[in-house]
């Protein structure tokens, strides 16, 4: 018998660099639809894997495994940081959410998610709309942020709590939580993004902005009187903070150099190219709050909440992502360790299986 060259991601996925013990990836496929998808399950200790569905046209298999590994691994420790009794999952789908996503394509996808017998409990992520997790709950039960389910889109609440949370960043490197007058680079204006521009806004920060999608751009623009660069130059802006709230992987080396402000803190997952890029950031005296831990507030929102009740408890748990915050620099500095390094270790410490 020939030996089959490891060249899949599938023959090379215990190899893979960002595999970390992982339960569960499985690979699914519907002709019919166009569906193909990767849906990584990377820890049920506190419970059922929750994590959102990211439709994205992925280079190749690799990119998009690589993406499901890293981001599922990141839900479980977002879910232990935020106090959830859930794991961590991840579900990708190989397609160009403006060209390739249709509602039977996502029906599908909920008939994968139903044959994992709730182990996975799906949700809106980028490429995603509500209207895509209404489809997905025609074949599921395992579905969150449905009009049946809870509040319904859960990106108000992401964007609520990062901006406590970059208000937390702001207090422990300015001397202050206030605002006014501060400028603040956000790249990406999803829903997220630019939910957490109006909060900006509001709270009179002046705001550069940029998207792939010209349209958001001018809405912006018209909103919040924002001043405009491009995609590939909002890490380099002219700000007090930057905040990344498109793709991750845009912390590296090739762009940690040209940062010019003094905080990172956005709604972007993985957002670190690299565990050594947050030691970079700490060594120019830039501070970082840790991805998973100022985003959480979608998964809280989506996790607690219940139909037809209001959101106070919702609100109340995302509000306390600042403090967590707080808590997470005030670490970091006296043990001169980076953020990501303490929210890591408390993330942990809420991981010890209980038998």
Known sequence: MNAVPKTTAIA?????PEFRNHETVSFVCDPATGLKAIIAIHDTTRGPALGGCRVWPYGSTDEALTDALRLSRGMTYKNALAGLDLGGGKAVILADPRKDKTPDMMRAF???VERLSGSYITAEDVGVSPSDMEAVAERTAHVRGTSATGLGDPSPYTALGVFEGLKAAAAHAFGTSALNGITVSVQGLGHVGYDLCAHLHGAGARLIVSDIHAP????????????????SEAHAAPADIFAPCALGGGLNARTIPDIRARIVAGAANNQLGHAADGAALKARGILYAPDYAINAGGVISIALARPGEADDLVREKTLAIGATLAEIFRRAEAEDLTPEAVA???AEERLVRQD
């Open 12 to 16: 090379g996925v215990f190899d893979h």
């Open 110 to 112: 909920g008939t994968y």
């Open 216 to 231: 958001a751009v001018d809405r912006a623009v018209a909103a919040f009187g924002a001043t405009v660069v491009a995609p």
């Open 344 to 346: 890591d270790r408390m």
